[in-house]
């Protein structure tokens, strides 16, 4: 067998859907801008995660992905790094609005999603926002003013901004769903839709999840485009 089938092996990734490319096994492979790779390597990391590796070149190749893998495999860069290549070819300006959106389901995860994206964005010099609820709007509202590249909300708050006007969704081509499952569990399907509704739809979706029940099979369904779907490790299908 080949280096690239051992390691699929080895670590129990599956890749469906439409044809796959190999995963990056090293963080050469990968092809990052410098100002990317710096920050990893000062981060300490000798390598990509298996979700990583498999979901970054899908990723780069503008497909949509539907990721299911278990907490603590390193999904949050395994969206952000390919963020902010997709920022470094778009070249949008963060005044007219962001150009990447993640939805997370609370207010914790959302603030160590924009905490992950400021480290590694840093050389890169990404902006980011994060909009949660159960705190007053304005300083959130101000920050947008401000621009911003990536928005990390959670639906609550995100929808409420949105009706109220208050962000331009015009140039936003990429859109993450993290914690998919949760999200449902949560009970917000009906804001992620209406937020969905609001971006343009050209747009790249990537959706992360540790489980894959039949509702988050559904919104896939509804939301993605022809999606590579990669798992690792053995989830309940
Ligand atoms: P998940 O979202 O899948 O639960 P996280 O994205 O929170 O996982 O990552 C878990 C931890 O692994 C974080 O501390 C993160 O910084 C770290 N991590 C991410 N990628 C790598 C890597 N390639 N090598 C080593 N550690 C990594
Ligand atoms: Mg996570």
Same mark, same amino acid.
Request: include cysteine; hydrophobic fraction near 40%.
């Given at each position: ?40 390597? $000062? ?10 590796? +498999? ?28 963020? $902010? ?15 990447? #959106? ?17 480290? $590694? ?16 709007? #304005? ?29 331009? $969704?015009? +140039? ?18 009906? +804001?992620?839709?209406?937020? #969905? ?18 509702? #988050? ?19 309940? +299908?």
């Amino acid at each position: 067998p080949s280096s690239v089938e051992v390691y699929l092996q080895k670590h129990e990734v599956t890749a469906t859907g439409g044809d796959v490319p190999a995963p990056f096994m090293t963080f050469e492979d990968t092809g990052f801008p410098p100002e990317i790779l710096r920050e990893i390597q $000062f981060a300490g990391f000798t390598s990509p995660t298996p979700i990583q590796a +498999q979901t970054w070149p899908l990723a780069l190749q503008n497909r949509d992905i539907v990721a299911i893998a278990k907490t603590g495999s390193g999904k949050t860069l395994g969206y952000l790094i390919p963020a $902010f290549v997709h920022l470094k070819r778009r070249r949008n300006n963060p005044q007219n609005g962001p150009t990447v #959106v993640v939805l997370s389901p609370t207010r914790e995860l959302a603030t160590q999603i924009q905490d992950e994206a400021l480290k $590694f964005g840093r050389s890169a010099r990404v902006s980011c926002t994060c909009l949660y609820g159960g705190a007053p709007k #304005v300083h959130q509202l101000k920050e947008l003013e401000r621009g911003t590249d990536i928005v990390v909300a959670t639906p609550g708050r995100l929808n409420d901004i949105l009706e109220m006007k208050r962000i331009d $969704f015009r +140039q936003v081509s990429l859109l993450v769903l993290d914690e998919a499952d949760r999200m449902l569990d949560m009970g917000f399907e009906p +804001q992620i839709r209406k937020i #969905v509704n609001e971006i343009p739809p050209q747009r790249q979706t990537l959706m992360y999840t540790a489980t894959w029940p039949k509702e #988050v099979r559904k919104i896939a369904g509804d939301l993605l485009r022809n999606p590579v779907q990669v798992n690792i490790g053995n989830v309940d +299908q």
